[in-house]
């Protein structure tokens, strides 16, 4: 989910940070219009996501799945994320098509978003039409199902690294933070409107008598919103060809802008910027010596040059991903059984009762409400999004990333110790303040850190400055939200062992007890910039 830290480059003298309008590398300064276009992908994901939470049990329960495959389902999407974005994500620092480096990848995981809403919404739908035999129909309709729904969960957590690093390599340190607020504002938008969406009753109206299911409703509406958004999104910000920027450097002048050895490629940190949008200057350097930028790229792009990228890590930078994991851990541990607690702790129903027993009729009823509880958490999230800017000049990230695990310990510790329904529904308010701060401080801890970094080879150019490294913001980015992954794997892996044995409640207190771990985690091991 979700999520996911830009594209960086040791290579560069000049720094993101730099406020001389006139300096040639920092990108111009984005009108508010075109951040927020930039930010509507995160809506169209947001609400797809939330269309997901809301359907995909009553799908997956409708064609049949059996219950051993319930973990393949939920596991084998963050087990691909987590092996394959750092690859993606290096993959897209060394991009050459014309369209820019970020936006084909982004434009081709749409599709497949797309592509796995149309499966596993419609699969049973049309697996009922052309197949008539009930096992075969069984079978393929839960095949489709399965492939549908681990194709959407690989796109849709996969599409965050590429997002960001888009922003990351067209804006400015100032337009950065913007951005990423708009990120956040947009994304408790999207999954609010996604969970209102979900809750109509669309079978008593028109457009679901026409569609047929609410399932085909739901496709529907998700498909026009994820079109448009993307659509805006990928024409908001335009982006330097790396080919056309490698043409235009001169070798004499490549020498003179990136006054840096180019016989390390692996080094940890990266910001490369020309134009209006990216480039490597180390590839670009490196393509005019060799007079084969191509066959330089595909050298960069190899096996051992993305672990050395990542056994080199600094500490910061590992600090920092051990912090998003924990802070993950703790929210996807409470909000995937958030709807099973509300409705067999808080409304005492069984869920494995008769579909016409009064407890299983209590137990649905805990799951409506817990579904609004979830709404308010993405309208919340939007709130404090748009909170976080006057916040910060008061407390700064430090404070934002401590209160924000501090208040969700405090919250669901309170709700799993004392469940009631009005208060757990006040107490969602706090999943919105982690769930903002999950989407905004790492990624603005990142983006310091590499202005930090290259204020300093700034500084030591005309010295020779140290030995750089062809490092992107698509593989900071990927390396950052691949914790995301790894969260949603231990979370599916050894959660629902928890709560076969002890019930939900012990997820709860759980979810409290790691975030209070990550309070002290942040507070203590955690690096900020001024």
Wanted: overall charge neutral; charged content about 15%; glycine content about 10%.
């Amino acid at each position: 989910m979700g999520g996911n830290v830009g594209q960086l480059s040791t290579h560069t003298c000049k720094s993101l940070a730099e406020d001389d309008p006139s300096d040639p590398v920092e990108p111009p300064r984005r009108p508010t219009g075109n951040l927020i276009m930039h930010s509507m992908a995160m809506l169209g994901r947001e609400f797809c996501y939330a269309v997901e939470a809301a359907y995909v049990t009553p799908v997956l329960l409708s064609v049949g799945l059996p219950r051993s495959l319930y973990s393949t389902v939920w596991l084998l999407s963050p087990i691909l994320g987590f092996l394959l974005q750092p690859v993606v994500g290096l993959a897209s620092d060394h991009c050459r098509a014309r369209w820019g480096r970020r936006r084909p990848y982004i434009l081709t995981l749409g599709i497949l978003m797309l592509s796995g809403m149309a499966l596993y919404l419609n699969g049973d739908a049309v697996v009922s039409a052309l197949i008539a035999d009930p096992r075969r129909k069984r079978i393929w309709a839960i095949t489709i199902t399965m492939i549908g729904v681990v194709t959407f969960d690989f796109a849709a957590d996969f599409i965050d690294g590429p997002i960001k690093a888009y922003l990351f390599d067209v804006c400015s340190h100032e337009d950065k933070e913007r951005g990423l607020h708009y990120h956040a504002l947009f994304t408790g938008l999207g999954g609010a409107l996604g969970y209102l969406l979900g809750a109509i009753d669309w079978a008593h109206l028109e457009i679901g008598r026409v569609l047929g299911t609410e399932f085909q409703v739901m496709f529907f509406f998700s498909a026009l919103v994820l079109t448009l958004c993307f659509s805006i999104h990928l024409c908001s910000i335009p982006e330097a060809p790396l080919r056309d920027v490698i043409k235009d450097i001169s070798p004499q002048q490549a020498p003179q802008d990136f006054p840096l050895s180019s016989d390390k490629m692996y080094q940890y940190g990266s910001i490369e910027k020309a134009k209006n949008g990216s480039v490597n200057p180390e590839l670009a350097l490196q393509g005019e010596k060799n007079k084969n930028p191509a066959e330089q790229t595909r050298k960069a792009m190899t096996v051992k040059s993305l672990l050395r990228a990542l056994v080199n890590m600094p500490p910061h930078y590992r600090c920092l991903c051990i912090s998003h994991l924990i802070g993950w851990t703790a929210f996807l541990s409470n909000m995937l059984f958030f709807t099973d607690f509300m409705g067999q702790i808080v409304y005492h129903g069984d869920p494995y009762g008769a579909h016409n027993s009064t407890e299983f009729l209590i137990y649905e009823r805990g799951v409506e409400i817990g579904c609004w509880g979830l709404c308010i958490n993405s309208v919340f999230s939007s709130l404090y999004s748009y909170l976080q800017k006057p916040l910060v000049t008061y407390i700064g990230l430090k404070g934002l990333y401590f209160m924000g695990y501090l208040l969700f310990g405090l919250g669901t510790g309170f709700i799993g110790l004392f469940p009631n329904v009005y208060s757990t529904l006040a107490l969602c308010t706090l999943f919105g303040v982690m769930s903002s701060t999950l989407y905004t401080v790492p990624f603005n801890l990142i983006a310091k850190y590499h202005r930090e970094e290259q204020e300093e080879k700034r500084h030591q150019a005309p010295g020779g400055g140290r030995d750089g490294g062809g490092r992107g913001q698509g593989l900071d980015c990927a390396v950052l939200t691949c914790m995301v992954q790894l969260a949603q794997i231990l979370v599916g892996g050894g959660l629902g062992f928890l709560v076969n044995k002890a019930g939900s409640v012990i997820v709860v207190i759980t979810a409290s007890a790691v975030a209070l771990v990550g309070c002290c985690f942040v507070a203590l091991f955690v690096r900020y910039v001024d």
